[in-house]
């Protein structure tokens, strides 16, 4: 680890002061917000009590923080800044990219079986909606990038019209070989929506390059900014011919109350629908901002690292299984491990329990997941290393972890 990122991942773990007390290991769920993302929540939401929030200062302040989150989403998702539009969450931009796409019964979705229920439901409601044959390609954790795209070769094919899949599986960890996924789907015929959840913040993302048509992603989990706010990507070309799933007058060119009305096209806005929080964009603006500061290249890295460890260190104690990517290109910051033979929501909890480490278990995945952060450290992961030790020593966690998964597992 280079020192000024050494440097910088210390001035995050130390303005992160949810890490003082926790080992805080769940961005993939939300992640632990710095005092400066907290601070400029407080800001605006000081101003908008103090002064109002429709006075002029607090709209130019408004239409400024929104103008600055497009401008740094763009600059964060290789994008231009036309491109982006705000959305609610990552699963409302899924939701608008599957839903513009215009499918008939017979027509081909693609998508995996290391999906969240984000981009599997809108999936299957095409087949209910419209009668589309719904393919999943089956992706075991062990697979390298090679065996997913021969996988998708053979799934996507001419009767594809859509590609629906997650860059970074919330189930296993795996970084997909999405560049090479676009090349195929493209080929064919297909329109490819990206479930980005468990990428913002966490891998460095280039629209462009990938050729991508539509990805998604949350200002909550590794942008560690607040909960409430996603951004949506659109490429140019297909803003026009996607059609909004819910409209408002950002979705009309113009309009009358005497039966006039066009249509917006190729406006990225006429996918959003109406007002948002804009403390919530305040934050967000800040936690992007942060991020680029910190540099998505050396994030990636320190992640990465961070799970290597893991694997070395977790991976090596008797009667662990390691569940996650393991090969230089599918390995991310998620961290998989299973103790057969317990059940990973009590093991969730007695990490909590035992030592304050917050961190979640997947039931799809039967595993823990460990989401590694620039704000995490070594240390942290031997505090888990040990308790593993002893679960795995002892077959199973005490009697009093033993309980029912509570809301943050499954
Ligand atoms: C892969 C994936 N997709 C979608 C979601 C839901 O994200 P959001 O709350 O931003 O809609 C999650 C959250 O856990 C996720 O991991």
Redesign the pocket.
């Known amino acids: 680890m280079a020192t000024d990122h050494a440097a910088r991942w210390a001035w995050m773990r130390e303005h992160t002061p949810a890490t003082k007390r926790y080992v805080y290991l769940n961005a993939?769920?939300c992640g632990a917000r710095t005092i400066e993302v907290s601070d400029a929540m407080k800001r605006r939401i000081d101003l908008e009590m103090e002064i109002g929030p429709t006075t002029k200062e607090s709209m130019d302040d408004r239409a400024d923080l929104t103008k600055r989150l497009r401008i740094a989403t763009a600059q964060m998702m290789g994008a231009d800044v036309d491109e982006i539009a705000i959305t609610g969450?990552?699963?409302?931009g899924?939701n608008i990219g599957v839903n513009g796409v215009a499918l008939q019964a017979g027509d081909r979705v693609v998508t995996t079986n290391i999906?969240?229920?984000?981009?599997m439901i809108p999936a299957y409601w095409t087949r209910r909606k419209y009668g589309t044959e719904v393919t999943i390609v089956p992706i075991e954790h062990g697979n390298g990038s090679g065996e997913m795209v021969e996988r998708f070769d053979q799934a996507i094919d001419d009767k594809t019209k859509l590609v629906i899949l997650?860059e970074i599986?919330?189930a296993t960890g795996q970084t997909l070989p999405l560049a090479e996924i676009v090349r195929l789907a493209h080929a064919r015929g297909a329109t490819v929506v990206v479930?980005g959840?468990?990428t913002g913040g966490h891998i460095p993302i280039d629209a462009h390059a990938l050729g991508v048509d539509v990805y998604a992603i949350?200002a909550?989990?590794w942008l560690c900014g607040p909960e409430g706010l996603?951004m949506l990507y659109v490429r140019r070309d297909r803003i026009a011919d996607l059609d909004p799933v819910k409209v408002s007058g950002r979705a009309a060119a113009s309009y009358d109350f005497a039966g006039h009305f066009e249509a917006k096209q190729g406006d990225v806005t006429k996918f959003e629908v109406s007002t948002n929080s804009t403390p919530v964009v305040a934050g967000t603006l800040q936690a992007v901002e942060q991020y680029l500061e910190s540099g998505p290249d050396a994030v990636w890295d320190r992640v990465r690292e961070l799970t290597h460890y893991g694997e070395d260190r977790i991976g090596g104690i008797a009667g662990v299984e390691l569940t996650g990517g393991r090969t230089d290109s599918t390995r991310s910051g998620l961290f998989f491990f299973s103790v057969p033979g317990v059940d990973p929501a009590f093991i969730t909890g007695y990490l909590q329990g035992e030592a304050h480490v917050v961190c979640r278990s997947v039931k799809q995945a039967g595993s823990v997941r460990l989401s590694m952060h620039v704000y995490n450290t070594e240390a942290e992961v031997e505090t888990v290393a040990e308790l593993i030790a002893k679960v795995a020593k002892d077959g199973n966690v005490p009697e009093q972890y033993r309980v029912a998964a509570g809301p943050v597992e499954g």
């Not at 969450?89 to 409302?92: F, I, L, P, Q, S």
């Not at 999906?115 to 981009?119: L, M």
């Open positions: 993939g769920f969450n990552t699963t409302e899924v999906e969240h229920g984000g981009g997650s599986s919330y479930d959840a468990q949350p909550h989990k996603g």
